[in-house]
């Protein structure tokens, strides 16, 4: 060190480099990882393949193969009345996305500040607390002959069946994530001249965020589950009422197609949660260095 | 200084008792000390003694069992009386408190948005303080995104934005090397030398208590108390070779001296306590 003065900070030292998309996808396709998976799958479908259609076991001789399920589900005409081209499909996929998305929303919305006030002030956590733990091990369907006394209408019940798990796993991962901000933040943000409004808004909620999103993922995830009960037991529309009816009217390739489209329908509903939550934390994605 | 100087700290026969599980355990013993205005105090002693424990008491964080603290006459501590932080004593934190959810330049406006300062002039204050500061490249990033040693930079700007008039440090540098601590050391002189501030200062390294220090206070083991003061009067601005000063040697040896013998006998108390 030959000069008194602090140098500037070098801009090498700072890690903003992201690999650009071409290179990304590039690593992607050369990683082993891709075909790791891709070779998972494979072998489901030849389990799946062999033991139903090629050398059928003892009681999967009444189930459809994979070929039977695909040409049912690709058909412009299918035997059974669903596929691909066939609006009923879609319109089975609208009513259950319509239910979780109104019963997602309400988790969230009750949820979200619930959890944050119950970590941010001890008196209402010691109200709710008890009572949050005493209702959430209740599993949603012992819930339905009370959902149906209680709510009025035929969506109604469905959707709060929907809601109650995701409610409480949106509460208490909010109230965790609260719990989970360093004791020193607070006295930083009350040393800078917080009033309590700033400490709630700039540092319980940004400071609880990864673990909302976390919660939120988890709540769909719950929701759709009991959904799908709820359709099979109440409903005429639905992918849960669609498996239900497919197995009462012997048509099972499509309790299949609807399994799967289930499956799929998970998948993207925790992405689509994922990218909202990494576009409102860009410092945990980008704190990698 | 002169009649307007602020920031002199008085601590008059303060004690902190700390009562977890009915067990009372006396953090700081009567402790007294005057700081004066714009006065850079260090205060050394061995782990666990109090040091914590009073500079939180000033910052506004716990109350104290007895004594008072005051801050340029006015009380800032008194027994029974709910603490309160504010934006005239600025903490910048041992294990760093940047909110890893904003970038540095959010960090910066933080304090003077909460306190009211329209949105654009705390942005254009925080450019201003941060280009001044040789931060103004790492404006946009997150903290973390950038090493210790600019963390530890952006910190100190977000405390001095606020113009307080005493700022607080808790063992900021620690767990730091030491190539990246003689920067941070100049970086942190530096800016306090436009700025006459007060500052409270803990640390147990030795050599860094002496080369910012222009006084050094040692401190007892629990409970603690001053157990002696030095005067540091090196001139200032001091560069890292004073460091080789035979002035600077003696001095060394007469902290290292009090301060180890504190230490030997909190260690001999930690071996009562465990057997």
Known sequence: MTTISAPPPPASSIDRLAPPARLRLRRRLSSPRLYLGLTGIILLLLF?????????????????????????????????????????????????????????????????????????????????????????????????????????????????LAFLPAFFATTLNTLLGVESIDENYFRAARCLGSKPRHVFLRVVLPGALPYIFTGLQIAVGVAWFSLVAAEMISGEYGLGFLIWDSYVLVQYPVIVIAMFTLGILGYFYSVAIRFVGGALMRWTTRAEA | MDAIARGAISIRNVSKVYDPD???????????????????????????????????????????????????????????????????????????????????????????????????EARDAALALLAEL?????????????????????????????????????????????????????????????????????THDLEEALFLGSKVVIMTTRPARVKMVIDVDFPRPRTFRVRSSQHYLELKQKVFEAVHEEAAKAFAAGERELA
Request: aromatic letters at 12%; a neutral charge.
């Open chain 2, 134 to 202: 040789g931060l103004a490249d790492i404006a946009r990033n997150y903290p973390g995104e950038l090493s210790s040693g600019m963390r530890r930079r952006v910190e100190i700007a977000r405390a001095l934005i606020n113009d307080p008039t005493v700022l607080l440090l808790d063992e900021p540098f620690r767990a730091m090397d030491a190539l990246t601590k003689g920067v941070v050391h100049e970086f942190l002189l530096q800016a306090l030398d436009r700025v006459n501030k007060t500052v409270f200062f803990i």
């Open chain 2, 22 to 120: 009915g067990v009372n355990l006396l953090a700081v013993d009567n402790c007294s000390l005057e700081i004066a205005s714009g006065e850079f105090c260090v205060i050394v002693g061995p782990s666990g003694c109090g040091k914590t424990t009073l500079l939180n008491a000033i910052a506004g964080f716990h109350d104290i069992s007895a004594g008072e603290i005051d801050l340029d006459g006015h009380v800032l501590c008194r027994p029974g009386r709910a603490p309160e932080p504010g934006a005239d004593r600025m903490v910048v934190f041992q294990n760093g408190a940047l909110f890893p959810w904003y970038n540095v330049l959010d960090n910066v406006t933080y304090g003077p948005e909460v306190q009211g300062r329209p949105r654009k």
């Open chain 1, 48 to 160: 799946w393949y062999v033991t139903t259609e090629l050398f059928p076991l003892p009681r999967f001789d009444k189930l459809p193969g994979p070929i039977r399920v695909w040409t049912e589900f690709t058909s412009r005409n299918p035997t059974f009345g669903t596929s691909l081209f066939t609006p009923d499909y879609y319109k089975h996929i609208l009513w259950s996305s319509w239910r979780i998305a109104q019963a997602f929303f309400w988790a969230t919305v009750l949820g979200v500040p619930l959890g944050l006030m119950m970590g941010w002030k001890r008196r209402v956590r010691d109200y709710a607390f008890p009572v949050i733990e005493l209702l959430r091990p209740i599993p949603g369907l012992a819930w339905v002959p009370l959902a149906i006394l209680m709510i009025p209408g035929r969506e109604a019940p469905i959707i709060f």
